[in-house]
T-cell receptor, first 118, second 115 residues
Framework: AQTVTQSQPEMSVQEAETVTLSCTYD???????LFWYKQPPSRQMILVIR??????QNATENRFSVNFQKAAKSFSLKISDSQLGDAAMYFC???????????????FGAGTILRVKS | EPEVTQTPSHQVTQMGQEVILRCVPI?????FYWYRQILGQKVEFLVS????????KSEIFDDQFSVERPDGSNFTLKIRSTKLEDSAMYFC?????????????FGPGTRLTVT
């Protein structure tokens, strides 16, 4: 079974600064997807960014980028120019590739609370 | 933009009662999921549903739980006899197509409180 580990329960960043959230995962599969979800106080799950394991290029989405190290099974999220609205719980998640009959369920890490200081 | 909706936003029930949580997935989506998040803990997969049957379920999804797509638009999660430990946020998600590259879109969640 796949597992996702987020070792930082809480992080703080000054507004306009850069912060990196860590995530490691364990899998024996070679093809999969990795995601970062944001959960603000409203508790809505919002997709921030995703990475396909077969792609060597790191995904970027505006101020959000990832550092995907497949061999090390590491998938960190970098938030540049942090804004007050970035304050939330961030979850790293894993999903197997393959037919939907296998469920394609998301496996989540425990989350990292990000606090943004003004 | 189409979105997944869930009702109610908050449900309070007494232990032992049955509850039904409702979800309306995005209209052209074919795959549906329920996840659960106990307060302060990680989000956990409960069940996936495709073509009117369960495609995968977790060990959490025991005989007390059932899912149904009763009318082609709603997707429901029923808990037959609620326990205190069922108190959690329940998220519905849906996905459009067969490709594993498609995203799961989450609803806003239903907070279930069992007293």
């Amino acid at each position: 079974a796949q597992t996702v580990t987020q070792s930082q329960p809480e992080m703080s960043v000054q507004e306009a600064e850069t912060v990196t959230l860590s995530c490691t995962y364990d899998t024996s599969e070679s093809d999969y997807y990795l995601f970062w979800y944001k959960q603000p106080p409203s508790r809505q799950m919002i997709l921030v960014i995703r990475q396909e394991a077969y792609k060597q290029q790191n995904a970027t989405e505006n101020r959000f980028s990832v550092n995907f190290q497949k061999a090390a099974k590491s998938f960190s999220l970098k938030i540049s120019d942090s804004q007050l609205g970035d304050a939330a719980m961030y979850f790293c998640a894993y999903r197997s590739a393959g037919w939907v009959e296998y469920g394609n369920k998301l496996v989540f890490g425990a989350g990292t609370i990000l606090r943004v200081k003004s | 933009e189409p979105e997944v909706t869930q009702t109610p936003s908050h449900q309070v029930t007494q232990m032992g009662q049955e509850v039904i949580l409702r979800c309306v997935p995005i209209s052209n989506h074919l795959y549906f999921y329920w996840y659960r998040q106990i307060l302060g803990q990680k989000v956990e997969f409960l069940v996936s549903f495709y073509n009117n049957e369960i495609s995968e379920k977790s060990e959490i999804f025991d005989d007390q739980f059932s899912v149904e797509r009763p009318d082609g638009s709603n997707f429901t999660l029923k808990i037959r006899s609620t326990k205190l430990e069922d108190s959690a946020m329940y998220f519905c998600a849906s996905k459009v197509g067969t490709s594993d590259s498609y995203e799961q879109y989450f609803g806003p969640g239903t907070r279930l409180t069992v007293t």
